[in-house]
């Protein structure tokens, strides 16, 4: 675990095959709490059905997708049409510059309700993401633990908790040779958000 002079870096951890970046006070609290009674009030939050493995369910939490440049977004057999940018979004984007100089042209937001909603095991790896897209991960609410493990290397695997108001940067090929997921909880009954900024090509 090491760290450099970003503003407000946490830790970095140079992982093999990938390196992941954690800001856990990337925004005030206060700002963020405001941003998570924004998002929460103004997104137009729906629960689509997905398709995996040939099965088709209804998705253990919200979503919506915005962008002001793409046209639909395909993943799990889903696509999405997206809203356009928000204020709100485009000014949490333009604030991530300063620690991530990314063309970002779209956000996907997750609304989990409770502990019960939950994100299995994937990877951010949609052909129209390219060969090793870079993934900007903010979180606001309640805290959830965020599990990562190597597609290779079995004892490669890490888990850390994710804070209200703070970013977590997915890099290198790291959506290439890891999975991560949101694991059920009985823990948490408050509602978390988490917008996971990418580009689209």
Not at 121 to 130: M, S
Request: proline share 6%.
């Amino acid at each position: 675990m090491a760290k450099n002079s970003s503003p407000g870096l946490r830790w970095q951890r140079d992982l093999p095959d990938a390196t992941v970046r954690y800001f856990q006070d990337f925004l005030p609290q206060k700002e963020a709490g405001q941003l998570y009674t924004t998002l929460l009030r103004e997104i137009p939050w729906r629960q689509d059905d997905v398709k995996v493995f040939g099965k088709v369910y209804a998705q253990p939490r919200l979503t919506s997708l915005h962008s002001n440049s793409l046209s639909t977004y395909t993943y799990s057999g889903l696509t999405l049409h997206p809203h356009p940018m928000t204020p709100a979004l485009l000014d949490l984007m333009e604030k991530m510059r300063q620690v991530c100089d990314h063309p970002f042209n779209c956000v996907l937001l997750n609304l989990y309700r409770d502990g019960a909603d939950s994100n299995g095991w994937h990877a951010d790896n949609e052909k129209e993401l390219g060969k090793h897209p870079q993934i900007a991960s903010f979180s606001l609410g309640a805290e959830r633990v965020f599990h990562f493990k190597h597609r290779r290397h079995k004892d490669q695997r890490h888990k850390m908790e994710l804070h209200h108001g703070s970013l977590l940067l997915m890099e290198g090929a790291m959506q290439e040779h890891w999975l991560h997921q949101i694991p059920k909880t009985k823990k948490v009954s408050d509602p978390r958000i988490n917008l996971t900024f990418r580009h689209i090509i």
